[in-house]
């Protein structure tokens, strides 16, 4: 008899239940390992606000790898796309029952509903987010800023609602700057993200835009820098930084405690735009970032900042 071998066993293997602890050190490391500039500024929060936070991060990027992952056997022909749908629906339906007091042996849900005995949620925010999510999976261009707005405030905006019950708020209007934010910072990413974008076939950027500046979809896909491309770019950045500077108001109506935090994750993703123009514009063969050296440099700015309530 093999030394392991149990006379007394049904060839069963107990799952290991899912402690609280473990669970939220599961959404940490999520949030660590995708979301660096995302997890710096969540280190300046309190530690009581850093767990839920982290809970919200795992749920988002879980679902997007899980469409993400769906949409390469999509594309290789491995899945359908009411098979992608079907997944998104059983995310739905364990969100669901998290909301009613179930949460299995899953971590991230059982991060949620604990998240979810001090914090008010709605259950249509991380709904919005997964239908946002789903628009990646046959994707359309958008035809008007609008359209893209729409998949922005989904995909983007909705974390900034779910985050802003966790930091605490003393004025309704700060939900209008958190939707700002993260208006901003998904523009930021398509900014960013366009070379690889157009390596996938996609454009994100409004049909209506690149109409406006003479630069045609068959140039974007080729990769073309000119005149045209460069004022589209720029108009692009100056409208993201439009949302970053009307957000800039909803910090001082956060409590005092949430507002470094947020702060310094505006400013870290805003300056992804100073980057774009560093490299003269240039995201097709340069991608776009902050350095931890750089990100870091900015702390005694937004500190100052945050400290005088400005």
């Known amino acids: 008899m093999n030394h392991n071998d149990n006379p007394n066993s049904t060839g069963t293997k107990t799952e290991k239940l899912i402690t609280l602890e473990d669970a939220y050190s599961y959404c940490r490391q999520i949030s660590q390992h995708h979301a660096k500039t995302f997890y710096l500024a969540s280190m300046f929060l309190p530690k009581k606000q850093q ?58 849900m059982i991060a949620w509903h604990d998240t979810l005995k001090s914090y008010s949620i709605p259950i249509e925010l991380p709904l919005d987010l997964m239908d946002g999510v789903a628009m990646d999976i046959e994707f359309k261009p958008f035809e008007t800023f ?118 310094i994750s505006s400013v870290n993703y805003g300056n992804i735009l100073t980057a774009i123009e560093k490299n003269q514009y240039d995201v097709f063969s340069t991608r776009a970032y902050r350095s931890f050296f750089q990100k870091i440099s900015t702390i005694p700015y937004v500190w100052l900042k945050t400290r005088s309530g400005s």
């Open 146 to 263: 609008d359209d893209l707005y729409v998949y922005c405030y989904k995909v983007a905006a909705v974390v900034g609602l779910m985050t802003s019950e966790i930091f605490g708020y003393s004025d309704k209007r700060a939900l209008e700057h958190a939707i700002e934010l993260g208006i901003a910072m998904q523009l930021t990413n398509i900014l960013r993200d366009i070379g690889e974008d157009v390596d996938r076939g996609r454009i994100y950027l409004p049909l209506e835009d690149l109409r406006r500046f003479n630069y045609s979809k068959e140039e974007m896909m080729q990769k073309k820098i000119n005149d045209n491309f460069l004022n589209l770019m720029k108009f692009q950045i100056e409208r993201a930084r439009g949302y970053y500077r009307s957000s800039d108001k909803g910090i001082p109506m956060l409590e005092k405690e949430s507002r470094f935090g947020v702060a």
């Open 51 to 108: 767990k839920p936070i982290f809970a919200i991060y795992a749920l988002l990027r879980t679902v997007d790898d899980v469409v993400d992952m769906a949409e390469v056997k999509l594309n290789n022909g491995l899945i359908t796309s009411e098979e992608i749908q079907r997944i998104l629906e059983e995310w739905k339906s364990k969100l669901t029952a998290c909301y009613g007091g179930k949460t299995g042996n899953d971590p991230i």
